[in-house]
């Protein structure tokens, strides 16, 4: 079950998902479609399952453009961090650095 919790030494939340004594990793990942010019950045606590919804058109926003190939990902313990990354993917110069991909 996901849970917020104070990190003081940074004075910010940091989204954690726990499973027992474990903690789960946030993903940012990039899919592109087989078929069609499209490209899709995301953030996830399960890319297993996140990729498997957009390439059976669970996400409305990719059903159109599937199947998909994961393109890159990336792994935070930090939200926020992985959140700056995810923003950062999705503005101009971060789309440049994905055109090289």
């Not at 989204?15 to 996830?44: C, P, Q, W």
């Not at 890319?47 to 994961?70: G, V």
Request: proline share 4%; glycine share 4%; net charge positive.
């Amino acid at each position: 079950m996901p849970w917020w919790r104070n990190q003081p030494e940074a004075g910010k939340l940091v989204y954690l998902v726990a499973s027992g004594d474990r903690v789960h990793m946030i993903f940012i990942y990039v899919i592109k479609s087989r078929e069609k010019n499209f490209r899709y950045v995301g953030i996830t606590n399960n890319l297993d399952r996140r990729i498997k919804e957009h390439n059976s058109k669970k996400s409305k926003s990719t059903a159109p453009y599937c199947p998909f190939d994961l393109r890159l990902k990336e792994e935070y313990s930090d939200y926020s961090e992985a959140r700056k990354r995810e923003k950062f993917l999705k503005s101009g110069q971060g789309r440049k650095f994905l055109d090289m991909l």
